[in-house]
């Protein structure tokens, strides 16, 4: 319903901006991180999320990028994650530092969010750390995309040809030769 919001900061609450968009204010919920560097009177410009509960009234969530608007989808799957939760967790940690402790199974550092606690963060950790892996396996670098694709062939058989294979662990040229193997049908 609301993706994309722009306008001044009218007033600022605990956890929440009131941001005025035309004539009208939308009460916006946003990380403390963000609350901390904004004034009354600046513009804004927010990707949100409308969150809809079974019981309760839609409340809409602000963030300054797509990453951190995903990272909050994501952590809203996660079964005892609720939004005021998954918000605390973008209010102390960067999505990077946060993909870093679920990748390394560093539930310690998890539980120190508030409203984490350690059974939560093993829970987040356990839902989410396949998918943030297999995301990592899936990143292909552009400059390994630009050589493949210069010898003619496209992303989706570059994609099938590197499927599997972490390529954090390698050199573009070592993912080249490897890419270049497998695309030729020879076996490896």
Do not use: Q, W
């Amino acid at each position: 319903m609301f993706d994309y919001l722009k306008g001044k900061v009218f007033k600022k609450y605990g956890n929440a901006l009131s941001l005025l968009c035309g004539c009208v204010g939308f009460k916006v919920y946003v990380p403390v991180s963000l609350l901390s560097e904004v004034n009354e009177g600046d513009e804004l410009e927010l990707l949100t999320e409308l969150v809809v509960p079974p019981e309760g009234t839609p409340t809409l969530y602000g963030f300054r990028s797509e990453e951190e608007r995903e990272l909050f989808r994501k952590l809203l799957k996660v079964p005892k994650v609720g939004s005021k939760v998954a918000l605390s967790v973008l209010s102390h940690l960067e999505p990077e530092e946060f993909k870093r402790a679920v990748s390394r199974k560093d539930v310690e550092s998890l539980s120190a969010v508030p409203g984490l606690g350690k059974k939560l963060s093993e829970r987040i950790v356990a839902e989410l750390r396949p998918k943030f892996e297999e995301e990592k396996l899936r990143e292909v670098p552009a400059e390994l995309y630009e050589i493949l694709t210069s010898l003619g062939y496209k992303k989706s058989e570059i994609n099938s040809a590197l499927k599997g294979i972490n390529l954090e662990e390698l050199t573009v040229n070592d993912a080249v030769r490897l890419a270049l193997k497998r695309l030729s049908g020879r076996k490896f």
